[in-house]
């Protein structure tokens, strides 16, 4: 069972540190980190580098619009010298309202600018002459990023959970991000990644599927379960309602109609209790992992056997010296 860890700057960004340098030590294979419409994520991956030894730091996700994909290659060459060559570039088109109301430029194309964004960010990290015709890109004068790279490639991961945007990815990035992805499609998915991969002439096994995966332990206590029963339905619910087409696209026709519609339903009244209440028990341990502690390994490893290849879990909360327990435990 291979597991990565989401990992932001936190309030006290020391103690972040200590975490990751935790998981790093106990054999996970990638932090990562997001930024959306928060700080920027590169800064705080320059200290991931300079802190840990041997985990992979990546992005989940930097967009394709805020920096162009000389900006992010150069941003990589100086993280892969300070890493020795750690990295993973996490890519996704975000969505247009963060687009075009936080950074201020048109949504457009998103598939199409992932495709030259890749292209024209392995060109550069190989330190091959840039000469690229595109459809959103044209460049003529053959610059080459030159540094002392510790290797030619940067894996490239993306975030995707539409049908286009996943054979895309299996035609040529190393790793997919699906968030809130039924642990019984999994077996789908990597078909679709394979026969995509394969169309180009690609090995069927190219693109590594790290899934984001929530967990909630449950203690038996009837109080606390209830709110961790609480926050695993919130994100789904969010996602249904509050970020667009494409997630409860995905989730209806991934075998959560009914869910979906009655929670659309709901929520289009406004009525929040309603709209969260739609997403059932079996809804939430397909999506989510949640349970007693001494189950959760034991649920990530059903969910790696059934093709979850790089499970993403979310940085424990509390103390140091709490995170630390949980990420062991998370182990098995």
């Known amino acids: 069972m291979r597991l990565g860890v989401l990992a932001g700057l936190g309030r006290d960004w020391h103690e972040s540190i200590e975490k990751v340098r935790i998981a790093?030590?106990?054999?996970?294979?990638?932090?990562?980190?997001?930024?959306?419409?928060?700080?920027?994520?590169?800064?705080?991956?320059?200290?991931?580098?300079?802190?840990?030894?041997?985990?992979?730091?990546?992005?989940?996700?930097?967009?394709?619009?805020?920096?162009?994909p000389g900006a992010i290659a150069q941003e990589f060459a100086t993280l892969e010298m300070l890493s020795g060559g750690r990295m993973v570039c996490g890519l996704g088109s975000s969505g247009h309202?963060?687009?075009?109301?936080f950074h201020g430029v048109a949504f457009d194309k998103p598939l199409r600018r992932i495709r030259e964004y890749v292209d024209i960010i392995n060109t550069l990290i190989k330190g091959e002459r840039l000469n690229y015709e595109g459809?959103?890109?044209?460049?003529?004068?053959?610059?080459?990023?030159?540094?002392?790279?510790?290797?030619?490639?940067?894996?490239?991961?993306?975030?995707?959970?539409?049908?286009?945007?996943?054979?895309?990815?299996?035609?040529?990035?190393?790793?997919?991000?699906?968030?809130?992805?039924?642990?019984?499609?999994f077996a789908s998915l990597r078909k679709d990644l394979s026969d995509a991969s394969e169309a180009v002439g690609r090995d069927a096994a190219s693109v590594t599927i790290a899934p984001f995966t929530n967990v909630y332990v449950l203690t038996g206590n009837l109080s606390d379960d209830e709110k961790a029963w609480l926050a695993a339905?919130?994100?789904?619910?969010?996602?249904?309602?509050?970020?667009?087409d494409f997630y409860w696209n995905m989730l209806a026709s991934n075998g959560f109609?009914?869910?979906?519609?009655?929670?659309?339903?709901?929520?289009?009244?406004?009525?929040?209790?309603?709209?969260?209440?739609?997403?059932?028990?079996?809804?939430?341990?397909?999506i989510q992992v949640i349970g007693p502690i001494e189950s959760v390994a034991e649920q990530l490893a059903e969910r790696s056997a059934a093709g979850a290849e790089l499970q993403m879990v979310q940085m424990p909360g509390g103390s140091i010296a709490q995170a630390g327990h949980r990420l062991e435990a998370l182990l098995g």
């Not at 700080?39 to 730091?57: G, V």
């Not at 339905?233 to 667009?244: E, S, T, V």
């Not at 979906?260 to 209440?277: F, H, I, L, P």
């Open 233 to 244: 339905r919130q994100p789904l619910f969010h996602y249904i309602n509050r970020m667009g």
């Open 24 to 68: 790093d030590s106990l054999g996970y294979e990638l932090v990562a980190t997001g930024e959306a419409w928060g700080p920027s994520t590169i800064p705080w991956m320059t200290l991931l580098a300079a802190h840990t030894r041997n985990i992979q730091i990546g992005t989940s996700i930097l967009n394709t619009y805020s920096r162009s």
């Open 135 to 185: 459809q959103v890109f044209s460049m003529s004068r053959g610059f080459r990023l030159d540094y002392d790279r510790p290797r030619d490639h940067v894996p490239i991961y993306i975030a995707a959970i539409t049908p286009k945007s996943i054979r895309q990815t299996g035609e040529i990035a190393d790793g997919i991000y699906p968030i809130h992805w039924p642990k019984g499609h």
């Open 257 to 286: 109609e009914a869910e979906v519609t009655a929670s659309r339903a709901a929520w289009s009244q406004r009525d929040m209790e309603g709209a969260v209440k739609a997403i059932t028990e079996d809804m939430v341990r397909e």
């Open 97 to 101: 309202r963060v687009i075009e109301h």
